[in-house]
C-alpha cells in the first residue's frame, strides 16, 4: 500500500537537519511546503533547474519573430505590394519591433501554459490538503512529506520526531485519506 508521511516543523533548519536522516534510510522523493524562498533546502532535496522551460520559451520566442518577419514580408511585398515613393516593398530595419514584441509574446504564453503545465496545476484539491494545520504552511509553519514512504514507516516517523518535528501525518492514498 503506498502511503505518504508529512511532518511539521515549527524551524526551518530542523527541517533541514531531517532530510539528510530521511535520505540515509532509504527515502528519495521528496515534496515540501515553506512560507518563503528558500535555496538552500532545494540543494537538500536534491531539486534540479528545470531543463525543458528555458529551451522551450527561446525556441518560442525564435518563431514568433520568424512568424512575425514572414507575415510582414508576406503582406507588405508578395500578398499586397504598395510601391511608395520607390522605397522597397520590405525592409528588415522597420520590421524589428514587430519581431521583437511577437517574439515577447511567443515566449510569454509558451512561458505560462508550460509552467503552469509542468507544474501540475491547475489542481482543485490535492490530497495533503486535509493535513491538519496545513494551512500554517503559509504563514510560519514548514513541511516536509516523503513520498516514497513504506506503508508502516515507523523507522521515518521515529527519524521524523528526533529531528523536532511537531507533528507526523501519514497519508494512504488508497484509502483516499
Do not use: C
Not at 502511503?3 to 528519495?28: K, M, N, Q, V, Y
Not at 520590421?95 to 511567443?106: G, K, R, S, Y
Not at 496545476?121 to 493535513?131: A, E, G, S
Not at 514507516?153 to 523536532?164: S, T, V, W
Amino acid at each position: 500500500m503506498a502511503a505518504e508521511l508529512w511532518a511539521e516543523f515549527a524551524d526551518p533548519l530542523l527541517l533541514e537537519r531531517a532530510i539528510p536522516r530521511l535520505r540515509s534510510l532509504g527515502a528519495r522523493r521528496f515534496d515540501a511546503h515553506v512560507p518563503f524562498d528558500w535555496p538552500a533546502l532545494a540543494v537538500s532535496l536534491g531539486l534540479k533547474r528545470p531543463r525543458l522551460l528555458p529551451r522551450a520559451v527561446f525556441v518560442a520566442a525564435a518563431l514568433g519573430a520568424l512568424f512575425a518577419v514572414t507575415l510582414i514580408w508576406w503582406t507588405a511585398a508578395r500578398s499586397y505590394p504598395l510601391n511608395v515613393g520607390g522605397r522597397p516593398l520590405d525592409s528588415l530595419p522597420t520590421d524589428i519591433p514587430i519581431a521583437f514584441e511577437t517574439a515577447v509574446l511567443f515566449s510569454a504564453s509558451t512561458a505560462f501554459v508550460l509552467g503552469l503545465g509542468l507544474g501540475g496545476m491547475p489542481r482543485l484539491h490535492q490530497k495533503r490538503d486535509v493535513l491538519p494545520n496545513f494551512a500554517r504552511a503559509s504563514i510560519d509553519r514548514f513541511w516536509v512529506g516523503v513520498l516514497d514512504a513504506p506503508a508502516n514507516g515507523a523507522a521515518f516517523e521515529h527519524a521524523l520526531r528526533e529531528a523536532g518535528a511537531l507533528r507526523v501525518v501519514t497519508l494512504n492514498l488508497e484509502a483516499g485519506q
